[in-house]
Each structure stands twice: as structure tokens, then as C-alpha cells.
């Protein structure tokens, strides 16, 4: 059974740090990893996706790596912003079917 | 807009009453889902329709029903509530084909059962 943890549960940050969310997975055989931000009250909003051929993918400041092998994944976060503040969600869809297995999130705090 | 909408956005309820929660999405998906967030923040799927049928039904007590009356709208029913059923469920959607690998989050309906 497919278990997403992600560390740490909590973090805060003074604005403009780069900084890193992790995402580790105990089953490597993954179709794509999806990297999540929810705000309070309001729904997921996709900010990036990895196919498991693939090693990164980078949208603005934001830069998601996979490493299958060793079931880890990592969000970076440069130049970090109030505005940045939310829950970062770490999810993995397994093989071919279509649902998503979540972590419990970081809920980051860009202080500023 | 085009988006995934639910209907109610909070609910509270007494324990054994029977409520539903509503999920439209008008963005053309053929595949939506319900997802339930507990207090630990944990999203587990509960269910997934593909044009109005059930391709997924995860281990949820039968007091929870999805009804899908087209491929826009999964609507789940509760019978029967108890103070366990408290969470945020979240209805999502996506396409087939290309794109297919993002799904399209609703704002979540908050359930409190006391």
C-alpha cells in the first residue's frame, strides 16, 4: 500500500529564504508525482507535475525534482514570499490507476 | 467561470440525519472524484465516476452514495451521519487524454456532524 510522508509538517520562514518541502513515497512503481498548494478554505491548485520519466520541472520560482528510485521528491521554493504562504500538498498517482494517493502537506509561513 | 463548484460550502448536522453535497464542473471532464480530508489533513479518494460510471470505490461505508445524473455534476449522499463523517470533502475533475494527469480541485464542502 502506497504511503506519501512529507516533512517537515510545519514551516516558517523569513521572506526572500529559499527553501525546501520533502516528499518521500514508499512505493516507487508511480505513473506521476503531483506537487499541490491548498489555501485556507478554498480548494488544490496544481503547481506542478512530474511524470516518472522525468527528474524536474520548474514553473517561476518553483522548481519540483523526482528521484523514483529512492521515493523522494523535493519542492523548491526560491525567493520565497508572504503571498506564498498556503499547505503544499505532495501527491503521487500509482501506476495506471487515475486516483491520488496525498501526504498530510507542509503548511509553510513566509513571514514578512 | 470555469471550474468545479460545490454546494453547501459549510454543513452542520446532527448525527443520523442524511445530507447531500453537490459537484458541478463545467470545464468538459469526463472523470470526477470525491476526495475526504480528515482532521490530520490526510485527502484519501472515496470515489471516481467516468461518464456518469463508477471506476473506483474505495473502502467507504455504504451510508455514502455518489449519484452522477451526467458527467457534469457527482453528487454524494450520506445516510445516516455519525461524528466520524466530520471532514472536508473535495469533488475534483479531469479530463481523458491529454491533460488527463491534472485534476481540477472544487473549494470543499466543510461537514460537521454533532
Known amino acids: 500500500k502506497q504511503e506519501v510522508t512529507q516533512i517537515p509538517a510545519a514551516l516558517s520562514v523569513p521572506e526572500g529564504e529559499n527553501l525546501v518541502l520533502n516528499c518521500s513515497f514508499t512505493?516507487?512503481?508511480?505513473?506521476?508525482l503531483q506537487w499541490f498548494r491548498q489555501d485556507p478554505g478554498k480548494g488544490l491548485t496544481s503547481l506542478l507535475l512530474?511524470?516518472?520519466?522525468?527528474r524536474e520541472q520548474t514553473s517561476g520560482r518553483l522548481n519540483a525534482s523526482l528521484d523514483k528510485s529512492s521515493g523522494r521528491s523535493t519542492l523548491y521554493i526560491a525567493a520565497s514570499q508572504p503571498g506564498d504562504s498556503a499547505t503544499y500538498l505532495c501527491?503521487?498517482?500509482?501506476?495506471?490507476?487515475?486516483?491520488?494517493?496525498f501526504g498530510s502537506g507542509t503548511q509553510l509561513t513566509v513571514l514578512p | 467561470d470555469t471550474a468545479v463548484s460545490q454546494t453547501p460550502k459549510y454543513l452542520v448536522t446532527q448525527m443520523g440525519n442524511d445530507k447531500s453535497i453537490k459537484c458541478e464542473q463545467n470545464?468538459?471532464?469526463?472523470?470526477m472524484y470525491w476526495y475526504k480530508q480528515d482532521s490530520k489533513k490526510f485527502l484519501k479518494i472515496m470515489f471516481s465516476y467516468n461518464n456518469k460510471e463508477l471506476i473506483i470505490n474505495e473502502t467507504v461505508p455504504n451510508r455514502f452514495s455518489p449519484k452522477s445524473p451526467d458527467k457534469a455534476h457527482l453528487n454524494l449522499h450520506i445516510n445516516s451521519l455519525e461524528l466520524g463523517d466530520s471532514a472536508v470533502y473535495f469533488c475534483?475533475?479531469?479530463?481523458?487524454?491529454?491533460?488527463?494527469?491534472?485534476?481540477?480541485f472544487g473549494p470543499g464542502t466543510r461537514l460537521t456532524v454533532l
Open positions: 475534483a475533475s479531469s479530463p481523458l487524454g491529454v491533460g488527463a494527469d491534472t485534476q481540477y
Open positions: 470545464l468538459g471532464h469526463d472523470t
Open positions: 501527491a503521487v498517482r500509482p501506476g495506471s490507476a487515475r486516483q491520488l494517493t
Open positions: 512530474i511524470q516518472s520519466s522525468q
Open positions: 512505493d516507487s512503481a508511480i505513473y506521476n
